[in-house]
């Protein structure tokens, strides 16, 4: 193991020999060069800050714990119904479900454990309105949904269903009358998504289910970025299909749950064929760690949910505080009453986003969903606000969550400013904004 660098200074002070010094300084500098972090072709000392709570999050140490004995000892298939090995997964599956149910006031019979939120919205939009196709042709869904809604919608109307997808106030809202009025007697489904995934904004999933439940029209919510974090109860909101997702509450990658109604009962066509597990509605063996660690990460969340909204609205307030106070014309996207505060979108104004993406090496932030990353074009979610597209392409998404420190956000304060005021050094049209030019006015010739 190399001699730790607070040691090595007293180490060779004391004499060591000049093969010795020779031999430490070559580890030291081996250790070096194992912390260091290559980032866009630059190199970094340590790993960046972490911001990008919205894509995913850490693994709780906690949830990791109740994890490890499901691969190491109690390994058993779930569904192997004649020994102890299958008989002990079963149970630890159940107990999830119970963990899962719980922090939506669900009964445990209404979860169905999926490999994601992906899949939830596929199973819900396509399930619901292949098994109602008779009677049922129409969705209702809004256009900031997330991509796997807005494609699963597309897919539904090459099969020759009638969707309407909703525009949003400027503060990504959905207006309810315009909801209301966009129900026709063939509706099968609203999809509304909870939480944004891109800014943050709460919908108000109680005056939906509402309308939903007057209209006769199932109401399905993606809450991925939702469960754990704001307070759901799907009775009270109506709600009667929803979308959970393991890895965005501290738990594992590749696990989720759709929660479906039982009384009155909403019925799904299987997108997957196979034994029938999840009482036919998804079939494939039950990763019996990964169900058990999304169950822990949910009894957590349930229990820290208060004391994490008052401390991640703090940080939150902290970094927009922090930046406002040095940088001019930023922009806060989405609605501040209605918003989870771990989401913090912003625009800076004569800034291009992906330079300052580029240019902010050490804290891992994004522009927007990681799912439509690798797009070069300004977010739909912004664009559907009105957002004009230089300010959408400016916009860098902040997350905070539930380890993150205030030296991290301070830090961030300072990396974010210094490399705004750096690109608008450099950009004329900070500088003829600053002298009062109207830039909207320019006639710019092309060439």
Known sequence: MALSHRLLPL????????????????????????????????????????????????????????????????????????????????????????????????????????????ECNNIAVKGVMRFYRDRRRHVVTTQTEHKCVLDSCRYLQQEGFEVTYLPVRGDGLVDLAQLEEAIRPDTGLVSVMAVNNEIGVVQPLEEIGRICKEKGVPFHTDAAQALGKIPIDVNRMGIGLMSLSGHKIYGPKGVGALYLRRRPRIRVEP???????????????????????????????????????????????????GIRAQVDEVVINGS?????????????????????????????????????????EPSYVLRALGVEEDMAHTSIRFGIGRFTTEEEVDRAIELTVHQVKKLRDMSPLYEMAKAGIDLKSIEWSQH
């Not at 109690?74 to 569904?79: A, L, Q, S």
């Not at 630890?92 to 999926?114: H, K, Q, S, Y």
């Open 11 to 118: 180490f060779l002070r004391r004499g060591a020999g000049a093969g010795a010094r020779a031999h430490l300084s070559t580890a030291a500098a081996e250790e070096e060069d194992e912390q260091s972090v290559t980032v866009k072709g630059v190199r970094i000392s340590g790993r960046p800050l972490y911001m990008d709570m919205q894509a995913t999050t850490p693994v709780d140490p906690r949830v990791l714990d109740a994890m490890l004995p499901f691969y190491l000892s109690r390994y058993g298939n779930p569904h192997s119904r004649t020994h102890l090995y299958g008989w002990e997964s079963d149970a630890a599956v159940e107990v999830a479900r119970t963990r899962v149910a719980a922090p939506v006031g669900a009964d445990p019979r209404e979860i169905f454990f999926t490999s994601g939120a992906t």
């Open 271 to 321: 997108q997957m064929s196979g034994g029938g597990q999840e009482r036919g509605i998804r079939s494939g063996t039950v990763p019996t760690p990964l169900v058990v660690g999304f169950g822990a990460a949910c009894e957590i969340a349930a229990q820290e949910m208060d004391y994490d909204h008052r401390r991640v609205s703090a940080l939150q307030q902290r970094l927009l505080d």
């Open 336 to 376: 501040m009453e209605h918003r989870y505060p771990g989401n913090l979108n912003l625009s800076f104004a004569y800034v291009e986003g992906e330079s300052l993406l580029m240019g902010l090496k050490e804290v891992a932030v994004s522009s927007g969903s990681a799912c439509t990353s690798a797009s070069l």
